[in-house]
């Protein structure tokens, strides 16, 4: 092997050593804030509660039980517009649905549930990074048993980007060996894109994003040039008071309507190299890099779990990847 494959070979596995002897637990940061909501809740509200508190999920709250009841995401909302579709006449149930509901309207539209995985906050944090990959979840909540009563509690909820923030922000020594560009890795997908331009509606985007099972569309004008994205979160404040009407609004409409703490739009090049990736996720809020090309036309998509399952996998015994 090259020098530069050796070098890259070092710094995944340096990575990888880091992530097995580090727990979920290590990468809250000392005081955080949790929002958990109450099943009983009105799904209507419960649209206000995020956006008022700046998240796009929390953990779910079964308080007859006592027991967790899983992850409300913006997957959740997108099934709701997606039972409005097919029930357009039953615009006053949707508007009485409960967060315990959102099982029922997943059988009512025929999707699969999300299976709700969860880890134990002190196992290594490769554990949690692996069920993850394994799920397509993105994001995975941190239960604990409490040892006396037995009973569980919802400690955070992790994401794929918190993880990577984790990795680039204490592994700079081994990120800094990963020098192969993103053309050589493979990394990220440049074929079949599903795409859409400013003047589509946000449903036409709502779905083809259940279609693709993706969580961003890239927007594009008609040289198929990068102009913006459209994200699942985005759906979020479109909906916003029960407004399902709005979603035939152009997904220009939409977009114009997020909030000033956007994080943004974050590009790279297939030249660039992964420790410049990592670079970028150390001092921004990355959630996905679109790649383009020296004019800005759209080339591919590299999303979080793309570079989680290269940092975790590639080289790996094939034995071991089954294992899970
Ligand atoms: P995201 O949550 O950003 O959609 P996922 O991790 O769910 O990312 O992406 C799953 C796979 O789909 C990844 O390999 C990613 O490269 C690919 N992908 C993401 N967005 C698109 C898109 N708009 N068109 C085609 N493929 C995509």
Redesign the pocket.
């Known amino acids: 092997p090259s020098p530069l494959d050796k070098d890259q070979m070092q710094g995944l596995r340096g990575v990888r050593e880091f992530l097995k002897v580090r727990t979920s637990y290590d990468v809250l940061p000392l005081s955080f804030r949790l929002v958990v909501l109450d099943i009983d809740l009105l799904i209507k509200k419960s649209l206000n509660i995020l956006i008022q508190n700046g998240i796009v999920s929390a953990p779910l709250w079964d308080s007859r039980n006592s027991t967790f009841a899983g992850l409300l995401t913006s997957t959740d909302y997108i099934n709701v517009i997606q039972y409005y579709c097919q029930f357009p006449h039953d615009l006053n149930q949707v508007d009485q649905f409960r967060l315990s509901s959102l099982r029922d309207i997943e059988r009512a539209i025929g999707v699969l549930p999300l299976e709700t995985v969860s880890v134990h906050p002190m196992r290594p944090l490769y554990e949690a990074c692996r069920r993850m990959l394994k799920t397509?979840a993105?994001r995975i909540p941190l239960v604990d048993v409490d040892d006396e009563t037995g009973r569980e509690t919802v400690v955070s909820v992790i994401t794929q980007y918190r993880i990577l923030k984790f990795i680039a922000v204490n592994n700079e020594q081994h990120t800094m060996l990963l020098k192969k560009p993103v053309r050589d890795l493979g990394l990220?997908?440049y074929k079949?894109?599903?795409?859409s331009t400013m003047n589509n509606s946000v449903l036409d985007v709502i779905h083809l994003m259940v279609k693709?099972?993706?969580?961003?569309?890239?927007i594009v004008d008609e040289d198929y040039r990068l102009l913006n994205v459209f994200e699942a979160v985005d759906v979020i404040p479109c909906i916003k008071g029960g407004a399902y009407d709005e979603l035939s609004a152009t997904v220009g409409e939409a977009l114009s309507k997020r909030s000033d703490d956007f994080a943004g739009i974050y590009t790279c090049g297939q030249d660039d190299r992964l420790d410049s990736i990592f670079d970028t996720i150390r001092k921004s809020r990355v959630?996905?890099l679109i790649v383009v090309d020296d004019d800005g036309g759209l080339k591919g998509?590299?999303?979080?779990?793309?570079i989680l399952k290269y940092v975790l996998l590639y080289g790996e015994e094939e034995d071991s990847i089954r294992g899970g």
């Open positions: 397509r993105r990220g997908t079949d894109l599903a795409t693709h099972n993706i969580s961003a569309v890239p959630h996905r998509i590299i999303s979080l779990s793309d």
